[in-house]
């Protein structure tokens, strides 16, 4: 059986859902705490800190999103068990990249806090990830959560999870 990851609406939507989710409340509640703190006040002195914070927040979980499409925008991931191999194609450039299972050396997973704990996400970039597969030979490839979340590959492979605050992704990997 073969599987097909790719960059695609549905994977974007759950990266991104946590960001409104978060936004949402914020836009609510900031407002609605500045009016009690200060009923005198003017509403539109509260309104621009919310605006600036929402930005803040916004921008984070944005220049995430916006780095791991452009790692991932033109890559394809086929996986297939019953042959027990992996390729990895870049669709603009026309490069693919095919290995065995068994030559990946480990699968470094980089996420939050909690997402590792699998519990509640309160910032708009947690449900970010991304992996690292190194193979044994030395190459190394990303896979961000904009493809997969995880990636099962059903043998026994050093696999580590790194939490890391903000899961950017910084360099390319070997199918670029």
Known sequence: MKYHYRVNGKSEWNSFKSTIAVLIPYFVAWPLIFYFRHPDGELVDGI??????????????????????????DIELILDYEGKIVEILNRKLQISKQFRIDEIKAIVHTMTPPKTEKRMKWLPWDNYSYMEIFLKNGERFIITSLMTERLHIGIEVKEMVVTSFYPYASGLDDIH
């Open 48 to 73: 621009v800190y919310v605006l600036i914070g929402a930005l803040l927040f916004f921008l984070s979980s944005y220049i995430i999103h916006l780095k791991y499409y452009s790692i991932n925008k």
